[in-house]
């Protein structure tokens, strides 16, 4: 919510709302799909169809459809409720990206007319809880260094003293049960999660263990730019068979390992290995359904089954 600049309302498949987009009326390409949610700025569309609009040729859907950036001349909006029957924008991709529910795109809108502003922006309303007027109690925390502060360890690919910043070091045992709410499964190879911070987009973390409230990440340097305490990762999914499909509600609760002075640069120090930041993430508000499929699935683990 923080970071765009109205909030954004989902929208369930059954209500119908669909939107279509031409990048011309005599040339280039045409997309319809689904709205899965939509602001007065802007919208997230399951793509179901693209054709070459001089040919009316079906074309196969890719990344590569069109490129970020690219301006549609028309967007329409139809049956999104409680709005005009077909509103028109017009506006730009952001991103066209694969996702376990399809292909994805996201879409920037140019300021809209009156009529279709006002028509959003009650609609949004209706559907998102109202933006706190006041930040939330100060809540006290066990005095010691903060985890951003904390530098790799040896497994992490350096010891820290080069570069000025500290080892990566564990919380104390009792300190980390008094942390947990629910018991924390330490998982294996394969096990990934994709989300976006900001505008970066991270299409595969490693997945180093799983609770029913939260998880903890492992990423790249170079992606660790965006990632930061209480940063809300949008589109979060889990990327395991085994593990709940759907996006799930999450905010960065801690950092570990990063490094400013790569994170500067942009380039990796060939002269040690790749090294890697920790996240710890918090599930906030996930649905009781998926809550209950990862509990589940952590304590037949724990139990060995």
Same mark, same amino acid.
């Given at each position: 919510?923080?970071?765009?600049?109205?909030p954004?309302?989902?929208?369930?498949?059954?209500?119908?709302?669909? &939107?279509?987009?031409? +990048?011309?009326? %005599?040339?280039?390409?045409?997309?319809?799909?689904?709205? *899965?949610?939509?602001?007065?700025?802007?919208?997230?569309?399951?793509?179901?169809?693209?054709?070459?609009?001089?040919?009316?040729?079906?074309? /196969?859907?890719?990344?590569?459809?069109?490129?970020?950036?690219?301006?549609?001349?028309?967007?329409?909006?139809?049956? /999104?409720?409680? =709005?005009?029957?077909?509103?028109?924008?017009?506006?730009?991709?952001?991103?066209?990206?694969?996702?376990?529910?399809?292909?994805?795109?996201?879409?920037?809108?140019?300021?809209p007319?009156?009529?279709?502003?006002?028509?959003? $922006?009650?609609?949004?309303? +209706?559907? =998102?809880?109202?933006?706190?007027?006041r930040?939330?109690?100060?809540?006290?925390?066990?005095?010691?260094?903060?985890?951003?502060?904390?530098?790799?360890?040896?497994?992490?690919?350096?010891?820290?003293?080069?570069?000025?910043? +500290?080892?990566?070091?564990?919380?104390?045992?009792?300190?980390?049960?008094?942390?947990?709410?629910?018991? $924390? &499964?330490?998982?294996?190879?394969?096990?990934?999660?994709?989300?976006?911070?900001?505008?970066?987009?991270? @299409?595969?973390?490693?997945?180093?263990?799983? !609770?029913?409230?939260? #998880?903890?990440?492992? &990423?790249?340097?170079?992606? #660790? $730019? *965006?990632?930061?305490?209480g940063?809300?990762?949008?589109?979060?999914? %889990?990327?395991?068979?085994?593990?709940?499909?759907?996006?799930?509600?999450?905010?960065? !609760?801690?950092v570990?390992?990063r490094? @400013?002075?790569?994170? *500067?640069?942009?380039?990796?120090?060939?002269?040690?290995?790749?090294?890697? #930041?920790?996240?710890?993430?918090?599930?906030?508000?996930s649905p009781?359904?998926?809550?209950?499929?990862?509990?589940?699935?952590?304590? $037949?683990? &724990?139990?060995?089954?």
């Amino acid at each position: 919510m923080e970071r765009r600049a109205a909030p954004r309302a989902r929208l369930n498949p059954k209500e119908g709302a669909t &939107l279509t987009a031409l +990048q011309d009326l %005599l040339q280039g390409v045409g997309i319809t799909g689904v709205v *899965e949610n939509l602001s007065g700025g802007g919208a997230k569309v399951r793509v179901e169809k693209a054709m070459a609009v001089g040919t009316e040729k079906r074309l /196969v859907l890719g990344t590569s459809l069109v490129r970020s950036g690219q301006k549609f001349l028309m967007l329409k909006l139809n049956k /999104v409720p409680r =709005c005009p029957a077909a509103m028109e924008p017009r506006g730009q991709a952001v991103y066209l990206v694969h996702e376990p529910g399809g292909l994805m795109m996201g879409l920037r809108f140019d300021p809209p007319a009156p009529a279709v502003a006002a028509a959003l $922006r009650t609609f949004v309303a +209706q559907r =998102c809880k109202p933006i706190p007027a006041r930040l939330p109690a100060r809540i006290r925390r066990r005095p010691g260094p903060a985890p951003e502060e904390a530098g790799p360890g040896p497994e992490q690919g350096g010891t820290g003293a080069e570069d000025g910043t +500290q080892p990566l070091t564990a919380w104390p045992a009792a300190d980390s049960a008094e942390r947990r709410h629910h018991p $924390r &499964l330490s998982l294996g190879p394969g096990f990934q999660a994709r989300f976006m911070a900001g505008d970066l987009l991270v @299409p595969e973390a490693d997945l180093l263990d799983l !609770s029913a409230g939260g #998880c903890c990440l492992r &990423l790249p340097l170079e992606r #660790c $730019r *965006e990632i930061r305490r209480g940063v809300d990762l949008e589109e979060f999914h %889990l990327l395991h068979p085994d593990l709940p499909k759907g996006v799930l509600p999450a905010r960065v !609760s801690w950092v570990l390992g990063r490094n @400013p002075g790569a994170l *500067e640069t942009g380039r990796p120090d060939p002269g040690r290995p790749e090294r890697y #930041c920790l996240a710890g993430v918090e599930f906030t508000g996930s649905p009781d359904r998926a809550a209950r499929a990862i509990a589940a699935y952590v304590a $037949r683990n &724990l139990k060995g089954g």
